[in-house]
């Protein structure tokens, strides 16, 4: 009976453990939300290509938030150029990490500001929901 009851702890901890979120999953997919929240902002007809780099590091906006920086190759039609882009998230881990879940909070694009800055809210409301959404369907 022990050994059974012994088996059974011993399952669910590994189950549980199996479902972990580490660190190098979840900053793989908020590249992928900051790659797919670029392209949302880019002008109208440029597109976003490969990402070649990213970056990743604490952010000086808060405990629980998130800097990405990638580079990749935007193209107009005309002309590939490699340009760096930087997002910042807020994010958040489930218990035991048996969760991720990130909301952009900063975007920068070609030396503007979307999203939030200190206390304001930088962009028009159409690109933040254009943003979100954009984001959204790329993490989740």
Do not use: W
Not at 59 to 64: D, I, Q, R, V
Not at 68 to 81: C, F, K, P, S
Request: hydrophobic residues 40%.
């Amino acid at each position: 009976m022990k050994t059974a009851i012994r088996f059974m702890l011993l399952t669910a901890c590994a189950l549980t453990l199996t479902g972990c979120v580490n660190r190098e999953q979840a900053d793989a997919t908020l590249a992928k939300g900051c790659a797919a929240g670029v392209a949302s902002l880019l002008p109208e007809g440029t597109t976003l290509g490969d990402v070649r780099k990213s970056e990743f590091s604490a952010s000086p906006e808060g405990p629980n938030t998130r800097h990405v920086a990638i580079t990749a190759v935007t193209m107009d039609g005309y002309l590939e150029q490699e340009a760096t882009y930087e997002c910042i998230f807020e994010e958040s881990f489930g218990f035991m990490n048996a969760s991720h879940t990130a909301s952009i909070y900063q975007v920068r694009v070609n030396g503007q500001i979307y999203g939030k800055s200190g206390n304001q809210i930088q962009g028009s409301f159409d690109d933040f929901v254009k943003l979100t959404d954009a984001i959204r369907k790329a993490m989740y």
